[in-house]
């Protein structure tokens, strides 16, 4: 089965096909599908903005379409960065301006209020309008600096216990991961769609 993938993001979609891989979905980027669109997430959940995309896709392939609107929230910055995860530093921000912004909204703040957790929100989307959304999260804590060599965005400061998402393995970090998560259980939800 051919689903369409609603992502620009090519590391975030590398992580999304193997996942879907492993469900026996063949996943179509929008380059594949020659799609090319500016979707406006102005929703106020992930939960929303996971829907707006995966609708404009499904819309425009005609294909069952799955998007995934991520982020992370950080309990002393009261949730913040949220929704604006990929723009916290500002609305074109590098991956390292938004870590770099982050460490300086939390210097001098101790490990017991550093905690956070990235939260997936994962949209399936019919062409006839039929829809499901799946959650996952990951709970962890933000470190103090960089470790890692792997992952992407926030992931060398993204802490579960003493090790990094950018320490650990794509195996390692899919059994674990918000995505991973809400993506199993979209893999249940896909039943009742086909």
């Known amino acids: 089965m051919v689903f369409a993938v609603a992502t620009n993001n090519q590391k975030k979609l590398k992580e999304i096909q193997r996942i879907l891989d492993s469900f026996g979905i063949q996943a179509k980027t929008l380059k594949e599908?020659?799609?090319?669109?500016?979707?406006?997430?102005?929703?106020?959940?992930?939960?929303?903005?996971?829907?707006?995309?995966?609708?404009?896709?499904?819309?425009?392939?005609?294909?069952?379409?799955?998007?995934?609107?991520?982020?992370?929230?950080?309990?002393?910055?009261?949730?913040?960065?949220?929704v604006y995860t990929a723009r916290y530093a500002g609305e074109h921000a590098t991956d390292d301006e938004n870590i770099d912004k982050l460490l300086a909204s939390l210097k001098d703040v101790s490990r017991e209020n550093r905690n956070a957790r990235f939260v997936s929100a994962v949209c399936l989307y019919m062409p006839d309008g039929r829809h499901t959304v799946c959650r996952g999260t990951c709970e962890g804590w933000i470190g103090t600096e960089r470790i890692g060599e792997g992952g992407f965005g926030y992931d060398p400061v993204f802490m579960v216990g003493d090790k990094s998402y950018s320490q650990m393995s794509p195996q390692e970090k899919d059994a674990i991961s918000h995505r991973g998560e809400a993506l199993g259980k979209l893999k249940e939800e896909i039943k009742n769609f086909i």
Request: hydrophobic share 40%; aromatic share 4%.
């Open 33 to 82: 599908l020659n799609i090319q669109v500016e979707i406006e997430e102005n929703g106020t959940t992930f939960e929303e903005n996971a829907v707006i995309k995966a609708k404009t896709i499904a819309d425009i392939s005609k294909l069952p379409t799955i998007s995934d609107d991520s982020g992370l929230e950080v309990d002393f910055l009261n949730g913040a960065p949220g």
